[in-house]
Nanobody, 122 residues
Framework: QVQLVESGGGLVQPGGSLRLSCAAS????????MGWYRQAPGKQRELVAT???????NYQDSVKGRFTISTDNAKKTVYLEMNILGPEDTAVYYC????????????????WGQGTQVAVSS
């Protein structure tokens, strides 16, 4: 199993910045994809950004140029640097991991964090 612990959410003024962190722990063979999704009130959960174990990144169009996803050297912590935040970025942000629990598993598994609130308001 993979446990995900998120931190870094909060209230920020428009144009401000926040950095989210998500640390993965537990027993697993390999983390293949780490990333962030978000869900605003009344809306479906949407992809924000992902990064693979080969450092290939993918961003939602609306955050390109403003958000940066990265991992630590051990590739067990994923970060989301968010700049030039606007009210449209207000949402609960969820950490996501796609992992293989054991090398003998025939499939990978998805894991989600509990979510951290990001609110952008003056």
């Amino acid at each position: 199993q993979v446990q995900l612990v998120e931190s870094g959410g909060g209230l920020v003024q428009p144009g401000g910045s926040l950095r989210l962190s998500c640390a993965a722990s537990g027993s697993f063979a390999r983390l293949y994809v780490m990333g962030w999704y978000r869900q605003a009130p009344g809306k479906q959960r949407e992809l924000v950004a992902t990064i693979t174990d080969s450092d290939v990144t993918n961003y939602q169009d609306s955050v390109k140029g403003r958000f940066t996803i990265s991992t630590d050297n051990a590739k067990k912590t994923v970060y989301l640097e968010m700049n030039i935040l606007g009210p449209e970025d207000t949402a609960v942000y969820y950490c996501y991991v796609n992992a293989k629990r054991r090398w003998s598993d025939w499939r990978n598994y998805d894991y989600w964090g509990q979510g951290t609130q990001v609110a952008v308001s003056s």
